[in-house]
Structure formats: C-alpha cells, structure tokens
T-cell receptor
Framework: AQSVTQLDSHVSVSEGTPVLLRCNYS??????LFWYVQHPNKGLQLLLK??????LVKGINGFEAEFKKSETSFHLTKPSAHMSDAAEYFC???????????FGRGTSLIVHP | NAGVTQTPKFRVLKTGQSMTLLCAQD?????MYWYRQDPGMGLRLIHY???????AKGEVPDGYNVSRLKKQNFLLGLESAAPSQTSVYFC????????????FGDGTRLSIL
C-alpha cells in the first residue's frame, strides 16, 4: 500500500524568500517519488524525481528535494522564490511494480511581490 | 515531439448528452491514464490501461467508459453526461520501465449544464 500527504494546502511567500513545500509518504516497499508543477490552465510538468539514487535530487527551475527515509518525507525547496513559481505543486509516490502512482492533494504556492 | 495531446480543449454539454474525449501520445508508451481534477480534490484516477486492448477501473469509474483500440490512443466516453461530471480531465501516459514519470496533456475543460 502507498499514500502521500501534502501537509499544506496553501503556502504563501514573498518573492526572493525561500520556498518549502512539505510531503510525507507511506510505502510498503522502496518508493519512487516525484514532484510535479501545474501552472494555471496547464497540464502537470515533472519538476524532479527520486528513484533510489542520490537522496538530494535537483530539478528544473532551481527546485530540489531531499529523500529522508527515517522521516518518510520528500520536501520540495527552493532558495529564492520567483513570481513565475506561483502554481499548484503535487507530490506523487509510486511503489514497486504498481502501475498506479498515488497523488497528494496538491499545495498552492502563492508568491507576493 | 507533441507528447500527449487531448481533444477537445473545451466543451459544454447538456445533461444526458454523450461525448468522447480523445487522448493521443506519440512516445510509444504502454501505460495511459484518465484523471479528473476538481477544486480541493487533487487528481482522481478514472480509468487506466496497461497496453493496447486492455483497460481497468480507477478510483472514480462510474459514469465513464474507455477504450484502447490503438496503442497511441485512449478514449474516454461519457454515455449520459451529468452535472457532477463537470470537471477538468487530464490524460497521462508513461513507459513500462519501472517507476518512470507520467507525461500529461493540457487538459479538457468540460461543463455539463
């Protein structure tokens, strides 16, 4: 069984300040973890993925995430927010041979000028 | 490389009408998925397919049917549309290589009056 919880439905930051979007997962086996971004009226785009290689994963647009097995977390961070980062972010877990990834409910990132 | 293409992009239906949403992918992916996205609900899986000629139910299959007659196409049908099916529908595809990310279309906005 697998599940994912995004701990915040909304996160509000000022432009130029750090971003932290939190994700906890549950998985019976060694998971693969993904973060996707969805801009308004668009589909989901892959930001980064963890598949049992390095625990610190770098993605596009300056985002990175750290896999912490002991905490069952995969939080997404960015040192300095940009207005263009305002979007919906989804954390996703996939386990073993499952065809079906499990999505979190999403976190809306709001960036203030 | 077009990726995943959904048609139409927008549609308004009256209650009781039928329609088919088309998803096409040009990446030779085995797996294809249909999701619906509603405010505060994240993405919910309607149906999926693990190969040409196969389909399976997801989390919210009632009121929908699907077909995968060709590997590159995945059709979602509404036989008798209901207002509760007003949503944004996303198609996705992925390869059968273990734990690969999904590729998403830009969505179809469907309103049922």
């Amino acid at each position: 069984a697998q599940s994912v919880t995004q701990l915040d439905s909304h996160v509000s930051v000022s432009e130029g300040t750090p971003v932290l979007l939190r994700c906890n997962y549950s998985s019976s086996y060694s998971p693969s973890l993904f973060w996707y971004v969805q801009h308004p009226n668009k589909g989901l785009q892959l930001l980064l993925k963890y598949t049992s290689a390095a625990t610190l994963v770098k993605g596009i647009n300056g985002f990175e995430a750290e896999f912490k097995k002991s905490e069952t977390s995969f939080h997404l961070t960015k040192p300095s927010a940009h207005m263009s980062d305002a979007a919906e972010y989804f954390c996703v877990v996939s386990t073993g041979g499952s065809y079906i990834p499990t999505f979190g409910r999403g976190t809306s990132l709001i960036v203030h000028p | 490389n077009a990726g995943v293409t959904q048609t139409p992009k927008f549609r308004v239906l009256k209650t009781g009408q039928s329609m088919t949403l088309l998803c096409a992918q040009d990446m030779n992916h085995e797996y294809m998925y249909w999701y619906r996205q509603d405010p505060g609900m994240g993405l919910r899986l309607i149906h999926y397919s693990v190969g040409e000629g196969t389909t399976a139910k997801g989390e919210v299959p009632d009121g929908y049917n699907v077909s995968r007659l060709k590997k590159q196409n995945f059709l979602l049908g509404l036989e008798s549309a209901a207002p509760s099916q007003t949503s944004v529908y996303f198609c996705a595809s992925s390869s059968m290589t273990r734990n690969q990310p999904q590729h998403f279309g830009d969505g179809t906005r469907l309103s049922i009056l």
